[in-house]
T-cell receptor, first 109, second 117 residues
Framework: DAKTTQPPSMDCAEGRAANLPCNHS???????VYWYRQIHSQGPQYIIH???NNETNEMASLIITEDRKSSTLILPHATLRDTAVYYC??????????FGKGTMLLVSP | GAVVSQHPSWVICKSGTSVKIECRSL??????MFWYRQFPKQSLMLMAT?????????EQGVEKDKFLINHASLTLSTLTVTSAHPEDSSFYIC?????????????FGPGTRLLVL
């Protein structure tokens, strides 16, 4: 699976949108982009995934560039409970998820 | 989303004893489950892939005779840490695939924190 690159940390004010970038310049055509988050001392939580098109669900939106070399996870109105480590993972089919270091998002009052 | 549970949520044991951790898929059947562990301030590392009715596949560097995995049914996988030592103290997390409208998605349990004294 393609390697992804994320900033180690980001800050966001409560109530504002949090935009988390991810670079996956070597992604192949059949690899999906997955986002998970891990709140301290808990198991990872699935957020969203996509292949080519932008996706939205009740938790977040995923914007994938046309060339698929990067993507952005958007939390539209961040709350304190969104403080977590966010992982962007490129995954093919049934391959296992491989976690990098992710982005530590700190949402402040 | 699909629900994966683990039991116990935390365990403290003496060095040399064995510890069993259960992972259950509560509302779906999982032919494949995964076991990860996470040391403090590090990311999750895959330990093994558990297949229902067959032998598990352990990752390189993970001793299969020390970390025993049994996937006896489509909803239950167990990880047994045999002869645990302090260096086995870690956060153990299981996960499973399920198919849905969004395709194949991997869901994770809440984790089991193991402390070996």
């Amino acid at each position: 699976d393609a390697k992804t690159t994320q900033p180690p940390s980001m800050d966001c004010a409560e109530g504002r949108a949090a935009n988390l970038p991810c670079n996956h310049s070597t992604i192949s055509g059949n690899e999906y982009v997955y986002w998970y988050r891990q709140i301290h001392s808990q198991g990872p939580q699935y957020i969203i995934h996509g292949l080519k098109n932008n996706e939205t669900n009740e938790m977040a939106s995923l914007i994938i560039t046309e060339d698929r070399k990067s993507s952005t996870l958007i939390l539209p109105h961040a709350t304190l409970r969104d403080t977590a480590v966010y992982y962007c993972i490129a995954r093919r089919g049934y391959s296992t998820l491989t976690f990098g270091k992710g982005t530590m998002l700190l949402v402040s009052p | 989303g699909a629900v994966v549970s683990q039991h116990p949520s935390w365990v403290i044991c003496k060095s040399g004893t064995s510890v069993k951790i259960e992972c259950r898929s509560l509302d779906f059947q999982a032919t494949t489950m995964f076991w990860y562990r996470q040391f403090p301030k590090q990311s999750l590392m895959l330990m093994a892939t558990s297949n229902e009715g067959s032998k598990a596949t352990h990752e390189q560097g993970v001793e299969k005779d020390k970390f025993l995995i049994n996937h006896a049914s489509l909803t239950l996988s167990t990880l047994t840490v045999t002869s645990a030592h302090p260096e086995d103290s870690s956060f153990y997390i299981c996960s499973a695939y399920t198919s849905g409208r969004a395709g194949e998605t991997q869901y994770f349990g809440p984790g089991t924190r193991l402390l070996v004294l």
